[in-house]
């Protein structure tokens, strides 16, 4: 056990330091996706690591001044764009960035920064029934670790069922229901209406 110790130390000493140095030389893009019944919109951030961000920022900033600007940002937010693939029933859906926010340069290059993307597409308005979306993201898969989740949507007409990914989170497939729920709602209603009626007419009977 003595001769372990040493090892062990070793270990508790040098793992912190690989993981740290690991983060740094990694480009974090986290995809979250939310449906309705005609249209699905991604909310992706992007936050490269400090030992990469000088090439992210390069690709931002075209003129190098140092500041990256409203259209140099957007050329850089399509790019983006056109390294994704969405499919709707396995049909392709077209994407378009609505908005992108870039953080000040300094805070890219401390690895702090990160830049966000709304982009939608429109599928619809899309028929009742279960839904299948696919969505695959390739920007900069060399140094890049992905994170992919579909959010609870908004619509109350529509319901994540399941979502599966891949090992590297790079594509994920979400299944989803869309179908009103005022059927169900309306049965509910005529349920507690038709208690209460009863109990007004048994009242009224005691009290006959």
Known sequence: MKRLLPIIALLVLVMPVRTVAHQLDEYLQAARIAFARDR????????????????IVAALDSDGNGVVQ?????????????????????????????????????????????IQLTVAGTIGPAPDGTRHVRFTNRHHPETSVYLANALVSADRDVQVVSQRRDYRQQQIDVEYKIGSRWPLQFIWVLVGVTVIGSRVAARQLRTA
Do not use: C, K, W
């Open 40 to 55: 699905i919109v991604l909310e992706i951030d992007l936050t490269p690591g400090a030992n990469i961000a000088g090439e």
């Open 70 to 114: 409203a259209l140099e940002a957007r050329a850089y937010g399509q790019a983006v764009v056109g390294d994704f693939d969405v499919s709707f029933d396995g049909q392709p859906v077209h994407l378009t960035l609505e908005t992108i926010e870039v953080p000040a340069v300094a805070e890219m290059r401390r690895g702090v920064g990160t």
